[in-house]
């Protein structure tokens, strides 16, 4: 696993935050707050809120009465908003409601920006001044409860997260000399409550050297390395991890307390890994993290889990089938031109293009913007009929041939290994102009992996 061992190698637990540079000084205006109908509570209880920008916000500083800890920090300019383990509801305030003032949706005063850094269960929040007070906006709540809202009452409702729990496996063999046995391609497993507590049963074990960490927040899967030749590396779920290690998405350096995905990475993600309360997608943000010789997967969850009963939270990660994940879907527009796409994408910083090729219908461009990070590595196709997609998340080691961009534990295989290097052809496109044709090599095993993009569709299989 060459990759992440050269991750494990540089990186040092050391995280800095990078503060991005605002045009913006303190107290300009960046917003309004609207008159609004809606009703926010906290385990019941109604508490001061604002509509800002069309959602519902709340002062920070008053969380302190509603079963939270509220920390100020003058001289980092810092908030920290932790939820308290037993809250107690008959201690929140009696606080009422007024009536909107003003025609509902209509501003009502401005909201001004603040250089304020605020941080709700240790994640980044956005946060607002209104009249010299912190205000973040109400759902961002979430990570330490369950946030609703019932359109019917106009009601906003959180709910503290009950009593915490986790629940560990590990399935190493470290120094046992022999690969663990697997059980299955993906890695499954599922969580209840019991009469003993909380219980993990593992449902699909691929091998390797996987630890596996749940909270009622988060899911956490740590990977380590395992002796080369190990059938693991050809499971579905290393393949996997893999591959979502390669989308870009936040880690622990780079964007230290800032892991929010983006739609379309919630959308990649949901393809290969998929969480579910009794059959409910439950959804979340991926990032990475790093320990001493392994790779960590994070999963922070949208909500708390809370179990009883016949509760099951069941997790897999592989091949997975998840109603959530709709491939391409909003990218191929007839109204997107595949000349202005194609232009857009050559005037990037640092535009670096590895191969193309060109058909009646398409035009396919691998290309990178030479940053050092896999997930700046793309496999786009221009529809000239409108549209475009990008497949380069359902193939892991589209970046091998991008200079500098990461170490890959596959290498491409050019068509004729005879060829120089600088002229060698590592795709294939079909007779017809339908599909493109690679193979991958892996260094781990040596096997050679087969694969087609299916160019219409936008699909990526592996086809041995």
């Not at 992440?4 to 995280?15: G, P, Q, Y």
Request: charged fraction near 25%.
């Amino acid at each position: 696993m060459k990759k992440f061992s050269a991750l494990f190698a540089m990186l040092a637990l050391t995280a800095i935050l990078a503060v991005p540079a605002f045009s913006l000084n303190i107290g300009d205006p960046v917003g309004n707050v609207l008159y609004t109908d809606i009703v926010a509570k906290i385990d019941g209880h109604p508490i001061r809120a604002f509509n800002v920008n069309g959602y519902m916000a709340v002062v920070a500083e008053d969380l302190r009465d509603y079963g939270f800890d509220v920390v100020w920090d003058a001289g980092s300019r810092t908030l920290v908003v932790t939820s308290q383990s037993s809250p107690d509801p008959a201690s929140f305030p009696e606080y009422i409601p007024e009536p909107p003032a003003g025609k509902i949706g209509k501003p009502a005063f401005p909201v001004l920006y603040t250089d304020i850094v605020t941080y709700v269960d240790s994640r980044y929040v956005e946060s607002f001044n209104i009249d010299g007070q912190t205000v973040i906006y109400f759902r961002d709540l979430r990570r330490t409860g369950n946030v609703e809202y019932d359109n019917d009452s106009r009601t906003s409702f959180y709910t503290h997260g009950g009593e915490p729990w986790a629940v560990s496996g590990k399935m190493t063999s470290f120094g046992d000399g022999e690969p663990r046995s697997a059980t299955g391609s993906n890695l499954a497993a599922e969580v209840r409550r019991t009469g003993d507590g909380m219980v993990l049963n593992v449902l699909s074990d691929p091998g390797g050297q996987v630890e596996l960490h749940v909270t009622q927040k988060s899911l956490r899967i740590a990977l380590f390395s395992s002796p080369e030749g190990d059938p693991f590396y050809e499971t579905a779920f290393y393949r996997a991890f893999h591959a979502l290690w390669g989308m870009g998405l936040p880690d622990i350096m780079e964007n230290y307390l800032r892991y929010d995905n983006s739609p379309e990475q919630r959308d990649a993600v949901s393809s290969r890994l998929l969480v579910t309360l009794n059959g409910e997608v439950v959804k979340g943000d991926a990032w990475f993290g790093y320990g001493n010789g392994h790779t960590d997967l994070n999963f922070d969850f949208d909500r708390v889990v809370t179990l009883s009963g016949e509760d099951v939270l069941r997790l897999e990660v592989g091949e997975v089938t998840n109603p959530v994940f709709r491939p391409n879907e909003n990218i191929r527009e007839k109204d997107v031109k595949w000349e202005d796409k194609l232009a857009e994408i050559q005037e990037l910083y640092n535009y670096y293009e590895g191969w193309r090729a060109e058909t009646d219908k398409y035009l396919i461009l691998l290309w990178s913007q030479r940053t050092g990070r896999p997930g700046n590595a793309h496999f786009t196709i221009l529809y000239k009929d409108g549209g475009w997609t990008d497949v380069a998340d359902q193939f892991p080691y589209v970046y091998a041939l991008i200079p500098g961009v990461g170490v890959p534990d596959h290498e491409l295989v050019p068509v004729d290994e005879t060829v120089p290097y600088e002229d060698r052809v590592f795709f294939t496109l079909s007779d017809d102009g339908e599909y493109v044709y690679f193979t991958a090599r892996s260094h781990n095993s040596g096997m050679l992996e087969y694969y087609r993009v299916s160019l219409q569709e936008g699909i990526v299989d592996r086809v041995k």
